[in-house]
Structure formats: C-alpha cells, structure tokens
C-alpha cells in the first residue's frame, strides 16, 4: 500500500491549504482514512478522519468547522480542507489507512492505522 500526501505549503493566517492522500496497492473504498499532524517537539495528534464509504467523518475539536474532509472512491483519493488557517496548525500532515475494513467506526488512535503517507508540511505565517 502506497499513500501520497500532497498540497502543503507556506500561507498566511486565515488562508487555505487543500490537501490531498492518493492510495494506491489496497481497494481504497473499503477502508476508513484519516488524517494525524505532528509539530516539532510535539506528539502525533488526529486531526480528521472519514469512513470507508465517505458517510460518517470526525474532526478534532481544534479544527472543527475550519477543516473538511472527503472522499473520492473512484479516484482513491481523500482531500482536506482547511480553511481559516492559524500558526497553531502549523505541522506536518500525514494521512493513513484505518486497519479495519468497512469499518463505520472512527477511530482516532494512530496504533490503529496501518499504512501512513510520507507527510506534507504545512506553515502558518502570523
């Protein structure tokens, strides 16, 4: 299983990024996705994650109403959205694989994803 992450980048506070995991080596549509973010000299955190079939997604609280997340299954591929950006989500953004298959449940636990991207970096000016 191949995951690419792409779409980071520098932008100012209040700006907007849309990031992109292309999935590739595993039937992309039956499995939930998520999204995880670490900054320096910080642990990994969950950020957003979307079920296999794109019905039911999950926000952290610290993005909630900022960020989008969404699936499309014919393309294996999931996009974030974030919109109204501030320093604080300044990090680098990794997307993975959840473990389970057709799978309705959200997990927000990092040991129960099994296949990550290689991370995008996203900076936040003030």
């Known amino acids: 299983v191949q995951l690419q992450a792409s779409g980071g980048g520098l932008v100012q506070a209040g700006g907007s990024l849309r990031l992109s995991c292309a999935a590739s080596?595993?039937?992309?549509?039956?499995?939930?996705m998520g999204w995880f973010r670490q900054a320096p000299g910080n642990e990994r955190e969950f950020v957003a994650a979307?079920?296999?079939?794109?019905?039911?997604?999950s926000y952290a609280d610290s993005v909630k109403g900022r960020f989008t997340l969404s699936r499309d299954n014919t393309k294996n591929t999931v996009s974030l959205q974030m919109k109204s950006l501030k320093p604080e989500d300044t990090a680098l953004y990794y997307c993975?694989?959840?473990?389970?298959?057709?799978?309705?449940?959200?997990?927000?636990?990092?040991?129960?994803?099994?296949?990550w991207g290689q991370g995008t970096q996203v900076t936040v000016s003030s």
């Open positions: 993975a694989t959840d473990e389970a298959p057709f799978s309705d449940v959200i997990t927000y636990r990092d040991d129960e994803y099994d296949y």
């Open positions: 080596g595993r039937t992309f549509s039956t499995y939930g």
């Open positions: 979307i079920n296999w079939s794109g019905a039911r997604t």
